[in-house]
């Protein structure tokens, strides 16, 4: 009894611990480049592209009590790919998903937004994903979604990468679009990652087992 007490809680704890990312493959059409050659790869109008995120589904809102979604530190990696090369793109902090449901607009937008610091190829690069529409469809609540809408007809979607510069009178940044991409199709990639609750109940099935052959060999 004691055993199955110790899997039972193990399995728990295992379970809750573990988060399970969740990739989309976004497959476009480059429809504009702008000194895209500061980008370690040849971003040419009119070539397919393929903007790869993995992201966090548990991560938590800052606001789950409003219309409006904020999900810090949930990308994990996002990678653009075109003519042949790919490019991990670098963020820092100011990474996040954001959503808006209704907002009394009848406005509802998913925002995959990267920033890299000033370590990054560009010392200010942003990605965006983005997804806009006037009807709830898929996005009728400010949660995180983890599956991709598999119509995208009803949706404004698009992918873009700014450059940040520096203005010259002034003491904030412009935006500086280096790409903007046509999205056509969405992906949802499965990840393989390992079954903690299996491998408790394989450890401790081996500790019971352990413990019960001595106590076989155990002088009476």
């Known amino acids: 009894?004691?055993?199955?007490?110790?899997?039972?809680?193990?399995?728990?704890?295992?379970?809750?611990?573990?988060?399970?990312?969740?990739?989309?493959?976004?497959?476009?059409?480059?429809?504009?480049?702008?000194?895209?050659?500061?980008l370690p790869l040849n971003a040419q109008f009119g070539d397919a592209y393929t903007y790869t995120v993995t992201f966090d589904d548990a991560a938590a809102d800052l606001f789950p009590e409003t219309a409006f979604g904020n999900f810090p530190g949930a990308i994990q990696s996002v990678v653009f790919a075109t003519g042949g090369a790919s490019y991990d793109i670098p963020f820092a902090a100011g990474t996040t998903i954001q959503t808006f449901n209704d907002d009394n607009s009848d406005y509802y937008q998913l925002s995959f937004l990267t920033q890299s610091g000033p370590n990054g190829a560009i010392p200010l690069l942003m990605s965006q994903l983005n997804f806009?529409?006037?009807?709830?469809?898929?996005?009728?609540?400010?949660?995180?979604?983890?599956?991709?809408?598999?119509?995208l007809s009803p949706y404004s979607v698009a992918f873009y990468l700014f450059e940040y510069q520096t203005l010259g009178q002034a003491n904030g940044t412009e935006p500086i679009p280096l790409v903007i991409g046509r999205v056509d199709s969405i992906l949802q990639?499965?990840?393989?990652?390992?079954?903690?609750?299996?491998l408790v109940l394989l450890a401790v099935g081996l500790l019971g087992m352990g413990l019960a052959r001595r106590r076989r060999n155990r002088p009476n």
């Open 1 to 38: 009894m004691r055993v199955l007490g110790i899997v039972f809680v193990l399995s728990l704890i295992a379970g809750n611990a573990v988060a399970t990312p969740i990739t989309w493959v976004v497959n476009g059409t480059i429809d504009f480049t702008r000194d895209a050659n500061l």
């Open 189 to 198: 990639k499965s990840v393989s990652v390992p079954e903690p609750t299996t």
């Open 132 to 151: 806009q529409s006037t009807s709830p469809l898929a996005f009728d609540t400010d949660a995180l979604p983890t599956a991709p809408p598999s119509d």
